[in-house]
T-cell receptor, first 113, second 113 residues
Framework: NAGVMQNPRHLVRRRGQEARLRCSPMKGHSHVYWYRQLPEEGLKFMVYLQKENIIDESGMPKERFSAEFPKEGPSILRIQQVVRGDSAAYFC???????????FGSGTRLTVV | GENVEQHPSTLSVQEGDSAVIKCTYSDSASNYFPWYKQELGKRPQLIID?????GEKKDQRIAVTLNKTAKHFSLHITETQPEDSAVYFC????????????FGSGTQLTVLP
């Protein structure tokens, strides 16, 4: 079992560009969560998805940010027109139908220059 | 929504001593309380969790205690070793969604040799 796979591990974008972060959950996991972590800070909830459904996006900024988890393929977190304040580590986690415990991916470290 | 407070933010102990980290939560309906360990530059990893139907759970040198009346839970690490040095996060389910976790702000534990 490959665990939760996130790519890319590191992403550098210029201000105004788009960032696309991908997350493949563990095999058998249908619940996907995205969290943002600033340096030396905690994990801030962004969005919770199941296949083809956004369950809760209350932690995601209304503008520029979107997420999806299509029927086929990985979950995508998309940030349009990135700004320096978007620089952070973005972690994806997944869980199955039987347990609440999360398995985290290795994260994508986004740097906006 | 759920509010999770974690203390202390930093903790230094001598190797072999015990370490205790405490968290409080606000939603009395919360029923699942995990603890995650995050080493520098790595992903958070689940180390132990407890459900609300028990008051204590142990796994070798790690234990978690839960006081539902007072709405707080604690992580206990005994016989600490240098490899225990990391940031530890507690979490509790967000109000309205048992699967979506709200994380504490983290505790940087340093075990001094």
């Amino acid at each position: 079992n490959a665990g939760v796979m996130q790519n890319p591990r590191h992403l550098v974008r210029r201000r105004g560009q788009e960032a696309r972060l991908r997350c493949s959950p563990m095999k058998g996991h249908s619940h996907v969560y995205w969290y943002r972590q600033l340096p030396e800070e905690g994990l801030k909830f962004m969005v919770y998805l199941q296949k083809e459904n956004i369950i809760d996006e209350s932690g995601m900024p209304k503008e520029r940010f979107s997420a999806e988890f299509p029927k086929e393929g990985p979950s995508i977190l998309r940030i349009q027109q990135v700004v320096r304040g978007d620089s952070a580590a973005y972690f994806c986690a997944s869980s199955n139908d039987y347990n609440y415990g999360y398995t985290f991916g290795s994260g994508t470290r986004l740097t906006v220059v | 929504g759920e509010n999770v407070e974690q203390h202390p933010s930093t903790l230094s102990v001598q190797e072999g001593d015990s370490a205790v980290i405490k968290c409080t939560y606000s939603d009395s309906a919360s029923n699942y309380f995990p603890w995650y360990k995050q080493e520098l530059g790595k992903r958070p990893q689940l180390i132990i969790d407890i459900r609300s139907n028990v008051g204590e759970k142990k796994d070798q040198r790690i234990a978690v205690t839960l006081n539902k009346t007072a709405k707080h839970f604690s992580l206990h690490i005994t016989e600490t070793q240098p490899e225990d040095s990391a940031v530890y996060f507690c979490a509790a389910p967000s109000s309205g969604s048992a699967r979506q976790l709200t994380f504490g702000s983290g505790t940087q534990l340093t075990v001094l040799p």
